[in-house]
């Protein structure tokens, strides 16, 4: 079951932001079995930037929605902000459909159900680890998460950046492209940016261990 596709009624929800409740869809993330509940991680069809809580999977195979144009598929962006623990007998399983809406089934007859690709759930279980250890609130403790070969830009004023990376952002905004990552931040009401560049570094320890030196004020 773990990387299912399934339907929940996030309607049923209370004290939620606006946006829970355009949701329908969510993978299977997790299962309790002690107290008989369902992580799920919703997705949607709506765009959003590559950021700790959100990033794109791409389309799920055999996964389509009805829209106005008809049975389409979508790219999909899953929300760790929004990830929910619910009884499984509240969740119902999603089917495999082809753009005529036809559905496939088992040799059984019975309809086959829609899950992730292995490598769309390692992805996400990967990414994954990293939000569970919390929502970082300074910038040198969200670019230690950032991927492996990102690397602080030769264009980042070294100097003014050190004096508030350890300090709590009051807010953030993540933009990621090909080979480049977009920071924008407020610290104490002042707004900063830096860029990070994609190398071929493969190593976080190596890597941190720079960005520490660079950032950290002594």
């Avoid at 606006?18 to 709506?46: C, F, G, Q, R, W």
Wanted: aromatic share 10%.
């Amino acid at each position: 079951m773990l990387g299912d596709i399934v339907r929940y009624n996030f309607f049923a929800l209370e004290d939620v932001d606006k946006d829970t409740y355009t949701l329908d869809y969510a993978v299977v993330l997790d299962i309790n079995e002690e107290n008989d509940t369902i992580k799920i991680l919703p997705i949607s069809n709506k765009f959003h930037k590559d950021s700790i809580e959100s990033f794109c999977i791409g389309e799920i195979p055999g996964f389509v929605e009805i829209k106005n144009e008809g049975y389409v598929h979508n790219k999909q962006y899953v929300h760790f902000s929004k990830i929910l623990n619910v009884p499984e007998s509240e969740l119902y399983p999603v089917h495999v459909q082809d753009l005529c809406g036809n559905i496939t089934r088992k040799e059984d007859g019975s309809p086959l159900n829609v899950a992730l690709e292995d490598e769309q759930l390692e992805r996400i279980l990967r990414k994954y680890k990293i939000y569970e250890i919390g929502e970082e609130k300074s910038l040198i403790n969200l670019l230690m998460k950032s991927e492996v070969g990102f690397v602080l830009s030769d264009e980042v004023d070294v100097d003014e950046i050190k004096k508030i990376s350890s300090k709590g952002m009051d807010k953030y905004r993540e933009y990621n492209f090909n080979d480049k990552k977009i920071i924008v931040f407020f610290v104490e009401g002042k707004r900063y940016s830096i860029k990070m560049v994609m190398t071929e570094n493969n190593s976080v320890e190596e890597r941190n261990k720079k960005l520490k030196e660079i950032l950290i004020a002594c």
